[in-house]
């Protein structure tokens, strides 16, 4: 069963920084993309920033030079770095995994796209 374990949000001052982490666990043999979007209340879900498997990067405008993305594929990780946070940063933050095919024996599922539960990221002095 593939599951996604995120860590590190929380409340910060504006300016300040946070570390998302996103951990992919199951029998996993390849997943295409994995990012991280971002609901703020009463608002839509939008991407923040995604890197696919050969390194290639999308995000958003309102990245710039402020968040990075980076990614393990060793070990089904991808990490978020925010820096220079402000209130308007304010929401939840979601894990993805785009197009994951699991392996159990000689089987292959997928593929298919998985979520976490979200992560609180407050900026607020």
């Known amino acids: 069963q593939v599951q996604l374990v995120e860590s590190g949000g929380g409340l910060v001052q504006p300016g300040g920084t946070l570390r998302l982490s996103c951990a992919v666990s199951?029998?996993?043999?390849?997943?295409?993309?994995m990012g991280w979007y971002r609901q703020p209340s009463g608002k839509q879900r939008e991407l923040v920033a995604s890197?696919?498997?050969?390194?290639?990067?999308s995000s958003a405008d309102f990245v710039k030079d402020r968040f990075s993305i980076s990614r393990d594929n060793a070990k089904n990780t991808v990490t978020l770095q925010l820096n220079s946070l402000k209130p308007e940063d304010t929401a939840v933050y979601y894990c993805?995994?785009?197009?994951?095919?699991?392996?159990?024996?000689?089987?292959?599922?997928?593929?298919?796209?998985?979520w976490g539960q979200g992560t609180q990221v407050t900026v607020s002095s």
């Open positions: 993805n995994a785009d197009s994951v095919v699991s392996r159990n024996n000689d089987n292959y599922y997928g593929p298919y796209d998985y």
């Open positions: 199951g029998s996993i043999f390849s997943i295409y993309a």
């Open positions: 890197i696919n498997s050969d390194g290639r990067i």
